[in-house]
T-cell receptor, first 119, second 115 residues
Framework: GAVVSQHPSRVICKSGTSVKIECRSL??????MFWYRQFPKQSLMLMATSNEGSKATYEQGVEKDKFLINHASLTLSTLTVTSAHPEDSSFYIC???????????????FGPGTRLTVL | AQKVTQAQTEISVVEKEDVTLDCVYE???????LFWYKQPPSGELVFLIR??????QNEISGRYSWNFQKSTSSFNFTITASQVVDSAVYFCALSRTGGYQKVTFGTGTKLQVIP
């Protein structure tokens, strides 16, 4: 299967600061990346869909000015949590689909996740 | 709208027992994909299987098997001879076909395999 990495795996920050999370596809070209948020013992909640080179599409209820997404290349998407507050503490997971060797990769492959704690 | 229901919140089995995780879905699409993912305590989601809606053949992969019943909109997952390493949360998911579609996840079933 395809490999997706995320960095950092864990971050603790003070309230009011901004945090950037990187999502990279290591062995395929990620045309589309998805960002999810997961609260403890709950399912994944899709936050936004980002296509390479274009603006992200946010799900209803997700603040686009708070969760900035950039997908500038076929291997990298970033999620920036701006002016983070304790309620933003969560597990953030990215996934990617795209092409590998000219073949479409429809299955979403997930990164290992980033655990954000805002103090 | 698409919906995935995993009615079993938590299941505990003793090692070597067989266990089936249920998944029922709702969609108005005539073609769609179904998935199962495993999320161990480390948090990373591990892809297990993708099934296209037109392929109703059951699949077996080692100790894992999947039973797709389109007539009842179910896509159940069975682990045979469970092992402690199978302990995880398992998510069933559904997406449309065509291009790169977002995935709708079920609420997950936490499986605990007791040694």
């Amino acid at each position: 299967g395809a490999v997706v990495s995320q960095h950092p795996s864990r971050v603790i920050c003070k309230s009011g600061t901004s945090v950037k999370i990187e999502c990279r596809s290591l062995d395929f070209q990620a045309t589309t990346m998805f960002w999810y948020r997961q609260f403890p013992k709950q399912s994944l909640m899709l936050m936004a869909t980002s296509n390479e080179g274009s603006k992200a599409t946010y799900e209803q209820g997700v603040e686009k000015d708070k969760f900035l997404i950039n997908h500038a290349s076929l291997t990298l998407s970033t999620l920036t949590v701006t002016s983070a507050h304790p309620e933003d503490s969560s597990f953030y997971i990215c996934s990617a689909v795209g092409t590998s060797g000219g073949l479409a990769v429809h299955t979403q492959y997930f990164g290992p996740g980033t655990r954000l704690t805002v103090l | 709208a698409q919906k995935v229901t995993q009615a079993q919140t938590e299941i505990s089995v003793v090692e070597k027992e067989d266990v089936t995780l249920d998944c029922v879905y709702e969609t108005r699409d005539t073609t769609y994909y179904l998935f199962w993912y495993k999320q161990p305590p480390s948090g990373e989601l591990v892809f297990l299987i993708r099934r296209n809606s037109f392929d109703e053949q059951n699949e077996i992969s080692g100790r894992y098997s999947w039973n797709f019943q389109k007539s009842t909109s179910s896509f159940n997952f069975t682990i045979t001879a469970s092992q402690v390493v199978d302990s995880a949360v398992y998510f069933c998911a559904l997406s449309r076909t065509g291009g790169y579609q977002k995935v709708t996840f079920g609420t997950g079933t936490k499986l605990q395999v007791i040694p």
